[in-house]
Nanobody, 127 residues
């Protein structure tokens, strides 16, 4: 089993920045692909960004490309999401997800492809 704990959420003004963290524990060494998803009130959970363990290949949703940066520290078993130029549309609960599979790019955005999920951290973008 793998446990995931997100942190770093909060209230930020439009145009501001925030950094989310996701700490993996348990059998963290079995995790290959990690990702961030988000869910706004009344909406489906959507893909934000993903990163592979070995080659650190990344994938981003079009809505965050150029504004968000995903990274991971394989030694510390921690993943990050640096968010900049935040908009009100970015308001959501952000979830960390992990998969034992080393997914190809086309599969990295599918929430059904992830085995473990964190409980989420709230990000609110508002003036």
């Amino acid at each position: 089993q793998v446990q995931l704990v997100e942190s770093g959420g909060g209230l930020v003004q439009p145009g501001g920045s925030l950094r989310l963290s996701c700490a993996a524990s348990g059998r963290a060494s079995s995790v290959n692909t990690m990702a961030w998803f988000r869910q706004a009130p009344g909406k489906e959970r959507e893909f934000v960004a993903a990163v592979r363990r070995g080659d650190r290949k990344t994938l981003y949703a079009d809505s965050v490309k150029g504004r968000f940066t995903i990274s991971r520290d394989n030694v510390e078993n921690t993943m990050y999401l640096q968010m900049s130029s935040l908009k009100s549309d970015d308001t959501a609960v952000y979830y960390c997800a992990a998969a034992t599979a080393n997914w190809i790019l086309s599969a990295m955005s599918g929430k059904e492809n992830y085995d473990y999920w964190g409980r989420g951290t709230q990000v609110t973008v508002s003036s």
